[in-house]
């Protein structure tokens, strides 16, 4: 028996990007049990990696995406945005990619269904982000 509850891994598939599970992901990322970061696999080219457990189903996720609107890019503002105070940390939404078929998922979805927000913050260079 494993001590580490199977429990979440019987998660019916089910579309859903409700709020929640970005406060859950939010407390994952807390605990360690999932990882966000903004690495650079090329110069002048950003991209999110989020890594770790799921927020739903609770299977590890392993999520890469470019991101075009950070640095080095000027007249690329979204339209939609409607505050500006958020400009240092970027927002990136994860669509669970487990890789396991849950039921009740349409045929060849892979994943829980939930799509969550982190908010990945930039590492100034050469200064260690302060925390209160
Ligand atoms: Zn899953
Ligand atoms: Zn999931």
């Avoid at 859903?16 to 994952?28: I, K």
């Avoid at 799921?54 to 939609?80: E, K, Y």
Wanted: with cysteine.
């Amino acid at each position: 028996m494993s001590d580490d509850s199977s429990a979440d891994s019987a998660q019916r598939y089910e579309k859903t990007a409700a709020f929640a599970w970005t406060e859950r992901a939010f407390e994952l990322l807390e605990s360690g049990r999932l990882r966000a970061e903004i690495r650079q696999p090329r110069p002048g080219v950003l991209a999110s990696h989020v890594w770790g457990r799921c927020p739903r189903c609770g299977h590890d996720i392993d999520d890469w995406q470019p991101l075009s609107a950070v640095t080095g890019l000027t007249g690329s503002r979204q339209p939609g945005s409607t505050t500006r105070d958020t400009t240092d940390v970027e927002p990136v939404d994860i669509n669970c990619g487990c890789g396991t078929v849950h039921s009740g998922a349409p045929a060849d979805i892979t994943g829980c269904g939930v799509s969550f927000r982190v908010e990945l913050e930039p590492v100034p260079e050469g200064a260690a982000p302060e925390r209160e």
